[in-house]
């Protein structure tokens, strides 16, 4: 009996040897495929990067925009036909206006579309603003609806993306928090003056006229109440409560995002500069805005030597934000002091101005004898000048480059102490 073979058109191959090839169909399948998931991992993780940057913020402001529009939008005509009356017969229309039910919820709508270009720049005081309008939207819409309706929907939707994402909105810029601020006492106080027209026969006296309906709101929102004025009715007891929780809280946010950022700011400086003061001491200082001055601090700082800098005023500086300057005439103790030269490794005079240059070194020279000082000579001819002020070290950047370069010409050796020499002339 003989042993079968394997089958001419099987695809296994041998036992114990390379697996059988794969058809071209099926490998360029395989690769389309493995192509195509890559390229929609791409697109996801592109997606989930742009939502994280920029979505719950772009989210918020359309829920806010939705909710705006579709508060003032079925309020038009009897808004256009109380400002017209307004337009005509001046002030004494605005009690006409205040009788107008679709005055608030027009107002929330308003104050909502001015607050979703801070929600877009992620500004914290445009988060609160909006927290509360969409509150009132949400609270204003059930009760006038008497049931949930799509304002009520869209209110309660943008107060959960607000409350999720809270910490998205965490920009306090001076400039941003003061606008949209001043947007929402403003806001405020068209709402008291308006609400106060609006219930003014729900009051003792009664608020008839704007002067008064002004004095009221204002009273109100600053929590003053001289009892003067007193709701007598339950509508107008709920206007004054939310005028009030509404005062406490936008006066309180405006305090802490326009003066906190102020207040922050000035004790952040004061801390920072008291703590640089503290820690000059080993280091070494720059006296100088030149050219050769930032290289050098470049080369230190890159190799995280502290550096402090001396600039002098009224001129502009080439050092970023981050280093150590002091803006000062060098030739001062107290500046030379707060630049920590007394205990400075040594202080180096790179000024464009040569006389500035042994100015600074006999400022030196006299607060702390002990500082090694290195004074850059920009002219060659005041070389001999300069030595006269006896610094620790010069440096001439034009005696050195011109004998470097001819050595090179005649091919003269060039040696560690032939460099040194040039380096420092010695006095």
Not at 15 to 33: I, N
Not at 339 to 350: D, E, F, N, W
Request: aromatic content about 6%.
């Amino acid at each position: 009996m003989t042993a079968s073979g394997p089958e001419p058109d099987s695809p296994a191959g041998p036992p114990g040897g390379p697996p059988a090839p794969t058809s071209p169909a099926v490998s360029h399948r395989a690769k389309r495929l493995k192509s195509l998931r890559a390229r929609l991992a791409g697109v996801v993780r592109w997606i989930l990067h742009v939502w994280h940057e920029q979505g719950p913020q772009v989210l918020a402001a359309l829920l806010a925009v939705a909710c705006g529009v579709l508060q003032i939008r079925p309020q038009l005509g009897s808004l256009r036909l109380g400002f017209q009356a307004v337009v005509q017969h001046g002030t004494g229309a605005m009690t006409h206006l205040a009788d107008l039910a679709a005055v608030p919820r027009g107002i929330i709508g308003a104050g909502l579309l001015l607050m979703a270009i801070g929600l877009v720049l992620r500004a914290r005081v445009a988060w609160v603003i909006s927290l509360l309008l969409a509150v009132l939207s949400a609270g204003l819409a059930l009760g006038f609806a008497h049931r949930p309706d799509a304002v009520f929907a869209v209110a309660a939707a943008l107060v959960v993306v607000l409350a999720v994402y809270a910490r998205h909105f965490n920009r306090s810029s001076l400039a941003a928090s003061s606008l949209f601020a001043l947007l929402g006492i403003g806001s405020l106080l068209i709402y008291g003056v308006l609400g106060s027209l609006w219930f003014g026969p729900g009051y003792a006296p009664p608020i008839r006229d704007l002067p008064t309906a002004f004095y009221y709101a204002v009273e109100t929102m600053s929590t003053v109440g001289y009892g003067d004025i007193v709701p007598r009715t339950v509508e107008a007891r709920m206007f004054t409560v939310s005028l009030i929780v509404l005062g406490i809280t936008v006066f309180a946010t405006t305090l802490s995002v326009v003066m906190g950022p102020l207040v922050g700011g000035s004790l952040k400086r004061a801390l920072e500069g008291r703590m640089q003061r503290e820690n000059r001491r080993n280091h070494y200082v720059i006296i100088g805005v030149s050219g050769l001055a930032y290289t050098l601090w470049q080369e230190l700082h890159g190799r995280n030597v502290p550096v402090t800098v001396i600039a002098s005023p009224g001129r502009p500086s080439p050092y970023p934000e981050d280093a150590d300057v002091i803006v000062g005439d060098a030739s001062r103790n107290e500046i030379l002091e707060q630049a920590g030269v007394p205990l400075a490794k040594a202080v180096l005079t790179l000024r464009d101005d040569d006389a500035e240059n042994a100015f600074a070194v006999l400022a030196v020279k006299e607060l702390a004898p002990g500082v090694k000082t290195i004074a850059g000579v920009n002219d060659a001819r005041h070389l001999a000048k300069i030595r006269r002020v006896q610094p620790d070290m010069l440096f001439a950047p034009q005696l050195l480059g011109s004998d470097l370069l001819a050595r090179t010409l005649l091919d003269e050796p060039i040696d560690n102490e032939t460099v040194s020499k040039l380096l420092f002339a010695q006095n």
